[in-house]
């Protein structure tokens, strides 16, 4: 039934899907580390402008007025890294997503195979057996269908939700900056 060079196809083909996911992985973590080294440069030259600003102020209202042109500068950098933590994030999840739907169906072409392969063998009088074998097939297939639809509606209420909630900082952001610079 289960053949040598069947057995070796298997391992080879998981030792390759191991490599391309470690390979994502390191991927997604290099991109990860460019982000937040970028943003630690960022902020330490911000900081830096800040510092020598508040230095050179001659009196309080300037200090303020320093500091209250810095909030909205600031809100916007936070923004575009956490956009940007936002957009890798979702890449790598659909790219695993990717990965692993495109195995699942290679699983279960190779279960349906050797399904078929062993009902070619199978004893006469077990034609019941094997139909509720093909059923349960079908029920699996069907369920992780539903599972992978759940799982892409989730993703899709997250995305949205995230929007929003950046909308709404955002807008905040800026209503807290127009309110600073009134005074």
């Known amino acids: 039934m289960f053949k040598l060079d069947q057995f ?17 992985s390191l991927a997604n973590f290099e991109k990860f580390a460019e982000l ?15 510092a020598q600003s508040l230095a050179a102020a001659r009196d309080v ?17 936070a923004y575009a890294v ?21 195995q699942a169906a290679q699983m279960n072409q190779a279960a349906v195979a050797a399904l078929e392969e062993a009902c070619k063998y199978a004893p006469a009088g077990s034609e019941t057996i094997v139909g509720n074998m ?12 539903n599972a992978v639809a759940i799982n892409k509606q989730f993703y899709d209420t ?19 900056a127009t309110k600073a610079k009134r005074k």
């Open 36 to 50: 937040g080294l970028g943003a630690a440069r960022d902020s330490v030259a911000q900081a830096t402008s800040h």
């Open 158 to 176: 997250v995305e949205k939700t995230v929007e929003q909630n950046v909308a709404t900082v955002k807008k905040a952001a800026t209503k807290a």
């Open 8 to 24: 070796s196809a298997a391992n080879e083909a998981a030792i390759t899907q191991f490599n391309k996911f470690a390979q994502l």
């Open 82 to 102: 956490s956009r940007t933590a936002y957009e890798t994030a979702a890449q790598a999840n659909e790219q695993v997503k990717t990965a692993f739907e495109k």
């Open 134 to 145: 093909k059923t349960a097939i079908a029920a699996a297939q069907s369920a992780y269908g």
């Open 61 to 77: 209202q300037e200090v303020i007025a320093i500091n209250s042109a810095a909030v909205e500068p600031a809100m916007k950098r």
